[in-house]
């Protein structure tokens, strides 16, 4: 099977593409940023016919944290868009059999039922600090599921909570909490401080799947047959299980070491106040994580340990 993973050179897509290379006998197309530019439509189009992929990973996108999302509000809704138009209107163009989008828990309302069950999309107002974001990723939903309404195609959709692990964006500002955290107390643990301070209350719950998890979500998913898989457009995936970002926070001392002060900054916002995925529909399909939040911890704190040499 000729496989096409877009976006393989971010966190969510080189997990899918290590994964898909353990399990062998496919052939496997990637493109850099240099070599295939997504945003560009002719450019995609031209790629797909000449490559014909049976499958598509659509991992492509720009992504950050609060500050990053609130900083940069036209980029990141107009490069999403551009790159989920392009590649999911390519690939139907180009007979692609099936293709994976992956978009993200913040398409869901701010104030969403706990946990947050795939109906209550569109049910409500988004979070304001990530909001084109969401409105990019709840599009590459809807697009799938339009294409397969008209066209008759076989698009699916899967919507990861916070992910983290090999590959992930340690930047001080732009990275989202779980890294950023990580590096804060590699940092401080390194230099002897003596205390490390957290942005907002410290009291909002996230939910985090290690990105090998992801993986093999994404796989499975995109090879479920099409009986199984029945109308729905898109599944929720993750653990099940979150925590306060401070108890994260405290979690990620322990592994580094750090036994400073935690100290709150509240003038800083917090973000949706919860973010836990209802993971009954892929529970029922037979998926399930894996990966515990401590060996996760400990495995991404050794690899920024490694790539830092902190």
Not at 26 to 46: F, I, K, P, S, Y
Not at 104 to 129: F, N, R, V, W
Not at 202 to 225: S, T
């Amino acid at each position: 099977m000729r496989i096409f993973i877009a976006g393989h050179g971010g966190m969510a897509g080189s997990a899918i593409l290590r994964h898909l290379e353990d399990l062998g006998g496919h052939q496997l197309l990637v493109r850099t940023r240099d070599q295939l530019d997504l945003t560009d439509q002719r450019a995609v189009q031209e790629f797909m016919e000449a490559e014909r992929p049976d499958q598509v990973y659509l991992a492509a996108a720009k992504v950050g944290g609060i500050h990053a999302n609130d900083t940069y509000p036209a980029e990141f809704i107009h490069q999403n868009l551009a790159i989920q138009g392009n590649v999911i209107h390519g690939a139907y163009l180009a007979g692609v059999r099936q293709l994976l989008f992956l978009g993200s828990s913040c398409i869901y309302p701010k104030h969403a039922p706990q946990p947050m069950p795939e109906a209550c999309l569109l049910d409500g107002h988004l979070e304001p600090t990530n909001e084109p974001y969401a409105i990019a990723k709840i599009a590459g939903i809807k697009m799938c599921e339009a294409y397969n309404r008209q066209y008759g195609t076989d698009f699916r959709s899967l919507m990861p909570t916070n992910l983290y692990g090999p590959g992930d964006n340690y930047h001080p500002e732009n990275s989202h909490v779980l890294p950023a955290l990580v590096r804060k107390f590699a940092e401080a643990q390194a230099a002897g401080a003596p205390s490390v301070t957290l942005w907002g209350s410290g009291e909002p719950r996230r939910e985090f799947l290690h990105v090998d998890d992801l993986a093999a979500a994404a796989v499975y998913f995109c090879n479920l047959d099409r009986e199984r898989w029945g109308e729905r457009s898109f599944v929720n995936i993750g653990t099940g299980v979150d925590l306060r970002i401070l108890d994260l926070a405290r979690a990620i001392a322990r592994v580094v070491g750090f036994e400073g002060e935690i100290t709150l900054d509240p003038s800083k916002p917090d973000g949706t106040p919860r973010k836990l995925l209802d993971v009954s529909v892929a529970t029922s399909l037979g998926w399930t994580a894996s990966i515990s939040l401590d060996d996760g911890l400990r495995r991404t704190v050794a690899e920024f340990g490694e790539a830092t040499r902190l």
